[in-house]
């Protein structure tokens, strides 16, 4: 089992900033790519982005958010980053951690991240 600590989000106005930061624990060394998945109301869950943590790969960002969102990561403390800049009402959405073991997924409870002056 896998079980995350979620953190940032909120409201901001086009064109802020926001941070969101999830740390892996429980079977947290068995994941092999963590990152971050989007959900607006009435739309499916999509890919924002998400990258390799003990396994080889690239690094992935959604076209709507290349350039403007950058993850990073601490693999020490099992923690991905994605750091939001020139956030579009568009990006308003519950943005959910995930994490890849290769047999399984598993997803964070999600937090709001809401642009809007």
């Known amino acids: 089992q896998v079980q995350f600590v979620e953190s940032g989000g909120g409201l901001v106005q086009p064109g802020g900033s926001l941070r969101l930061s999830c740390a892996a624990s429980?079977?947290?060394?068995?994941?092999?790519?963590m990152g971050w998945y989007r959900q607006a109301p009435g739309k499916q869950r999509d890919v924002v982005a998400t990258?390799?943590?003990?396994?080889?790969?690239?690094?992935n960002y959604a076209d709507s958010v290349k350039g403007r969102f950058t993850i990073s990561r601490d693999n020490a403390k099992k923690t991905v980053i994605l750091q939001m800049n020139s956030l579009k009402p568009e990006d308003t959405a519950v943005y959910y951690c995930?994490?890849?073991?290769?047999?399984?997924?598993?997803w964070g409870q999600g937090t709001q991240v809401t642009v809007s002056s």
């Open positions: 990258m390799p943590i003990s396994s080889s790969g690239s690094t």
């Open positions: 429980g079977s947290s060394s068995s994941i092999l790519r």
């Open positions: 995930y994490a890849d073991t290769g047999h399984r997924v598993y």
